[in-house]
């Protein structure tokens, strides 16, 4: 397996965690936090969503793809390519209203697919390159990729555990 295989396995398991996250929830229950409180599942999917796709125009010189469509609009935001949720109060993340888990999904998705044309013309050698010097050490772009995924994965479960809550709420 190279380079280009395995993180596209790695990034490839996203999508169906992401599904599986919103699947069958309306738009209340996507923005319903858990205890009245926290980030909501629609709020989590977003978020993880951003922060890949702000990742990956950072590497590639790219608009991302929030910006490039309509997509701030479908979550009830204006297009800053700037919010990507880290730091929200919890009267932004209730700020964040998805029309449905179908544009959640689909934004993933536009952004799932650019990752992986991304990763299919990287090589080993490509990891080692420096792409972000404000930190010690400064980051590779192996380092980065992990990064992402790591994150994504986690709010993916995070997102699964308060659909868990909602849908077992009161019973």
């Given amino acids: 397996m190279n380079v280009n295989e395995l993180l596209a396995e790695a990034f490839g398991r996203l999508p169906e965690l992401v599904r599986a996250a919103v699947e069958g929830l309306n738009a209340e229950q996507l923005r319903t936090p858990p205890a009245g409180e926290?980030?909501?599942?629609?709020?989590?999917?977003?978020?993880l969503t951003r922060i890949q796709d702000g990742h990956l125009a950072e590497l590639t010189g790219d608009e991302q793809v929030y910006t490039a469509g309509d997509w701030a609009h479908r979550f009830g935001l204006k297009p800053d390519p700037?919010?990507?949720?880290?730091g929200h109060t919890s009267e932004q993340v209730r700020a964040v209203r998805p029309e449905s888990a179908g544009v959640l999904v689909d934004y993933y998705q536009a952004v799932h697919e650019r990752t992986l044309g991304y990763l299919a013309?990287?090589?080993a050698g490509d990891l080692d390159r420096v792409v972000d010097r404000s930190w010690d050490p400064p980051v590779t772009l192996g380092v980065r990729l992990v990064s992402v995924?790591?994150?994504?994965?986690?709010?993916?479960?995070?997102?699964?555990?308060?659909?868990g809550l909602l849908l077992t709420d009161g019973d």
């Fill in 38 to 47: 926290g980030n909501t599942v629609g709020w989590l999917v977003w978020h």
């Fill in 82 to 86: 700037d919010d990507n949720g880290y």
């Fill in 121 to 123: 013309g990287l090589s």
């Fill in 149 to 163: 995924l790591d994150d994504d994965t986690q709010h993916a479960g995070q997102a699964a555990y308060v659909r």
